[in-house]
């Protein structure tokens, strides 16, 4: 069956801009993350949706970052006001409620010019 | 801080020999603890998990170790191949399963 999904694998933006990144998990998932990763780290995890409610957003790093899923399946994470500190790949990974086993998707690549 | 400490940064192993990659602990909630593989522009790929309450997990070729007193666990790949080259991550999260708390990464290099 089809992986998680993620939308665009690339994307390029310049400083102060607004970009959203689009997740489609495994259907059926209803846990998601987001997590992002910085070249030679681990992945940070950034917001958990149960269903279409955020249970943990925690870990997203400031007011810029904002993420929905309103449907409790698609998720869009949303950066406003772009810095180049933003460049990283972000991950987004999906599971079944009350399990620990993530899927993760390919990531998208975010490069802040 | 970083809640999971791993170690090594890089590792490089002959074809048939045991990788060893460990990691460390702090916070005693964390309930559940996978290595993760990941391949160049792929995201991480779940390989074995364990909980704390059993010493060892076996699955094929990879074992984990765990050592609850120590608040330490290893991975360990038998008869290492040039495919298992790749980066590898430990994580440890709690019984919610709310926040994944990832290691920095050990990127394995196998020699033929």
């Known amino acids: 069956g089809a992986g998680v999904s993620q939308t665009p694998s690339n994307k390029v933006t310049e400083k102060g801009k607004y970009v959203e990144l689009r997740c489609d998990p495994i259907?059926?998932?209803?846990?998601l993350y987001w997590y992002r990763q910085s070249l030679g780290q681990g992945p940070e995890f950034l917001i958990y949706?149960?269903?279409?409610?955020?249970?943990?957003d925690s870990g997203l790093p400031n007011d810029r970052f904002f993420a929905v899923r309103p449907e409790g399946s698609v998720s869009t994470l949303k950066i406003q006001r772009t810095e180049r500190g933003d460049s990283a790949v972000y991950l987004c990974?999906?599971?079944?409620?009350?399990?620990?086993?993530?899927?993760f998707g390919p990531g998208t690549r975010l490069t802040v010019l | 801080q970083q809640q999971v400490k791993q170690s090594p940064q890089s590792l490089i192993v002959q074809k048939g020999g045991i990788s060893i990659i460990n990691c460390a602990y702090e916070?005693?909630?964390?309930?559940?603890f996978p290595w993760y593989q990941q391949f160049p522009g792929k995201g991480p790929a779940l390989l074995i998990a364990?909980?704390?309450?059993?010493s060892e997990k076996k699955e094929g070729r990879f074992t984990i170790s765990f050592n609850k007193s120590a608040k330490q666990f290893s991975l360990h790949i038998m008869d290492s191949q040039p495919g298992d080259s790749a980066t590898y991550f430990c994580?440890?999260?709690?019984?919610?399963?709310?926040?994944?708390?990832f290691g920095t990464g050990t990127s394995l290099t196998v020699i033929p």
């Open positions: 259907s059926g998932h209803t846990a």
């Open positions: 990974a999906s599971s079944y409620s009350g399990s620990f086993e993530q899927f």
């Open positions: 364990i909980r704390p309450d059993v």
């Open positions: 994580a440890a999260t709690m019984n919610t399963g709310n926040q994944f708390y």
């Open positions: 949706f149960q269903g279409t409610g955020a249970a943990d």
């Open positions: 916070n005693t909630a964390f309930d559940y």
